[in-house]
């Protein structure tokens, strides 16, 4: 079983910042983009980041300039470094993991995703 774990979360003022991590851990797989989504009370979710396996990057278009996406292949883990905290970044993050895997002489793809970690951004 494929296991996503993150960690990071909390409560940060306006202005501040935190580090969310999601390490990647069970069955063997090739990864293929780490990505990290957030959903605030009412809304739908919405992409944050992306970081694909050759590096590139991809960021919403309002948190460009404050977050960074990296990943660490050796841990399997991928970071999100949130910057100048506002009070409209307040969502349940989650880290996605797409990916293949063989099964038999088949490939397939796979789809994971963490727990979510609460971010909340208040005075």
């Known amino acids: 079983q494929v296991q996503l774990v993150e960690s990071g979360g909390g409560l940060v003022q306006p202005g501040g910042s935190l580090r969310l991590s999601c390490a990647v851990s069970?069955?063997?797989?090739?990864?293929?983009?780490m990505r990290w989504y957030r959903q605030a009370p009412g809304k739908q979710r919405e992409l944050v980041a992306g970081?694909?396996?050759?590096?590139?990057?991809n960021y919403a278009d309002s948190v460009k300039g404050r977050f960074t996406i990296s990943r660490d292949n050796a841990k399997n883990t991928v970071y999100l470094q949130m910057n100048s905290l506002k009070p409209e970044d307040t969502a349940d993050y989650y880290c996605?993991?797409?990916?293949?895997?063989?099964?038999?002489?088949?490939?397939?793809?796979?789809?994971?995703w963490g727990q979510g970690t609460q971010v909340t951004v208040s005075a």
């Open positions: 996605n993991v797409v990916g293949t895997r063989y099964n038999g002489m088949r490939i397939v793809s796979v789809d994971y």
């Open positions: 069970g069955s063997a797989f090739a990864i293929n983009a």
């Open positions: 970081i694909t396996s050759g590096g590139s990057t």
